[in-house]
């Protein structure tokens, strides 16, 4: 792969880390434009006419303001990696979100965006250039940070209830195959002989999904079955605890 190509763009958008560094989290940016989710990543005092768009209603204030947002990384199309916050600092990525029963994802993580309009521009296909260069970035990351593959997850993972990015035309079976994610092996895909949705709901919590251990299909456990579903079986998001998916689900545990 070829060397990245950095380029700093400052955000002040940050504050102290608390916590060392044990998640790398992938989005997408949402917007129409790199240069337009720069300009939001790099706001200090974003207001909603600065930023039209579907995300927010159409009757708010053109002062409005807006929440303060950053990463510590942004990946253009064309594999252009924008520096915007040190790693050793807390930038404002992941929102409210939890991982592996801890909280403060952000205190934690490293947020990488990654330029694509996402669903509500159409969600583009992510040009190949784009995704070498978030390959090669991550081999960087978990090579100085002496992280593993699983630690690299998607936002949708870290706050299901909320949350579809990167969305399901990211290609995280070419990540894992290059080594900086995880793939449940399909040909270990066979479903449980336990079918209970207490047994599900036990299985995603190990991976490191916030899930209530409730022993019913309620509306937790189908929105973290959705991003489950988006990432390791993208051909259907539909929160069904079907055996194909127990099935993923039981070789990523088992993967793990």
Known sequence: MSALRFVDRPSPNFDARTRSIDLVVLHYTGMQDAETALARLTDAAPVAGRYPGPWQAKTAAPDAPLARVSAHYVVAEDGTVYRIVAEQSRSWHAGASSWRGVGDV???????????????FGLPEFPPAQIDAVTTLLHDILARHRLRPAQVVAHSDIAPDRKQDPGEKFPWKRLADAGVAIWPERGSATPAGDTSIATVQTQLAAIGYAVNQTGVMD??????????????????????????????????????
């Open 106 to 120: 952000n205190a934690r993580a490293i947020g990488i965006e990654i330029v694509n309009g996402g669903h509500d």
């Open 219 to 256: 509306a937790q456990t189908k929105a973290v079955l959705m991003a489950f579903q988006r990432r390791f079986r993208p051909a259907l998001i539909d929160g069904a605890a079907d055996d194909e998916t127990r099935a993923l689900i039981a070789a990523l545990v088992h993967a793990l």
